[in-house]
């Protein structure tokens, strides 16, 4: 099923909870829509599942509008689309009846076997005659996350299904998630906060920010070239900077006012002195205790001022010291953040007040406006 919405706007008490909504759902992947509280996701799960109804604007179903649906067309439509919510309601009843509800209400003539399936699906048959009451957070999203899939939805929409679970509840649901969309070749639409889980696998991913979608395109497009500083600093891109573009020495430079890199020469900010974001992902520099032989054309003597351990993964805060890093710094300085992992960490001796050589190309130096 292919979704595409046009200029979508919704309102509530004459405010704008969403302006301007254009977008294509991606069939057969996984598509992840991020924001923070408050940015429209519930609003806009809401629209394309046809619980509600935009103010303005269309929804189009494979090409059909939404608007000139008749009701039992309608009907037809919702019993294709699959909905989990971050807080699930669940009957007071067992578990496999909750699996079996909408089954029943269909008229299914193989409701038994459907439920069954359902249930070996998410690995929760043994708890089949359990109250759904009793269930666990994590439990709970797996038991609602059958009770769609049962249905057999040709796409699926899950709104922040991870939020609060712990770790195991979490990697369980992300594997049922992939299952989803490789197995049973099933449109996902997800929302969520974690950007970890929106990087390893959103296929298409849009930012979401006060009603409106300011960004969308590939994971990778969207977390290593945010086109403004609100996604840079949505997605934690690190390293955000905001400076001029210069020429030295034939050489196009980001003048950072403490310090300036050199940059891939970019014609649109060609313009001496234009006013630019730039943003470097952390992982994209390399420490080293010594200077670096490499093509890469920034290379910087700093001192570590923090680090904190992410689960295994250092983030290293450093300042360049001045008159002693190949770039020219003028009194004072800037912060970079690199990464890596606890064993280089440990390998290196690194400890804060070191000085060690931070180094990355001029390539993966990301400019917007």
Request: a neutral charge; one cysteine or more.
């Amino acid at each position: 099923m292919n979704i595409e919405t046009k200029k979508v706007y919704k309102s509530f008490d004459g405010k704008d909870v969403l302006r301007n909504i254009n977008m294509r759902i991606v069939e057969n992947r996984i598509n992840c829509v991020i924001g923070p509280n408050g940015a429209g996701k519930t609003t806009l799960f809401k629209i394309l599942t046809l619980l509600d109804r935009a103010n303005s604007g269309e929804v189009y179903f494979d090409g059909s509008p939404s608007s000139s649906l008749s009701a039992e067309e309608k009907l037809k439509l919702r019993r294709k689309i699959g909905l989990v919510m971050h807080n699930p309601f669940m009957f007071n009843t067992s578990v496999w009846k909750n699996v079996a509800y909408g089954l029943k209400l269909r008229g299914d003539s193989d409701i038994a076997k459907k439920a069954e399936e359902g249930l070996k699906i998410v690995e929760l048959l043994r708890i089949k005659d359990q109250s759904a009451l009793t269930l666990s957070s994590g439990e709970a999203q797996r038991v609602a996350l059958a009770r769609a899939m049962v249905l057999e939805p040709e796409i699926l929409f899950l709104d922040e299904p991870m939020v609060n679970l712990d770790p195991l509840s979490t990697k369980i649901m992300e594997d049922l998630v992939f299952k989803m969309r490789s197995e049973y070749n099933v449109t996902v639409v997800m929302a969520t906060h974690n950007l970890l889980q929106a990087r390893r696998f959103g296929e298409r991913v849009f930012v979401l920010r006060q009603g409106e979608i300011i960004q969308r395109g590939t994971a990778e497009e969207v977390f290593h070239y945010p086109n403004s500083s609100f996604a840079a600093e949505f997605v934690e891109v690190g390293n955000l900077f905001r400076g001029k573009v210069i020429i030295e020495q034939g050489a196009q430079k980001l003048d950072l006012g403490k310090i300036k890199i050199e940059i891939v020469p970019h014609p649109e900010f060609g313009e001496t002195g234009t006013a630019v974001f730039a943003t470097l992902r952390p992982e994209d520099i390399l420490l080293s205790l010594e200077p670096l032989h490499s093509s890469a054309r920034n290379s910087f003597l700093g001192e570590i001022m923090n680090m904190q351990d992410r689960g295994g993964i250092i983030w290293v805060t450093l300042e360049p010291v001045p008159g002693l890093s190949s770039a020219k710094t003028e009194s004072g300085s800037i912060p970079f953040v690199a990464v890596i992992t606890r064993r280089s960490k440990e390998e290196m001796g690194l400890k804060v007040g070191m000085r060690v050589y931070f180094t990355f190309k001029a390539s993966c130096v990301n400019l917007f406006e």
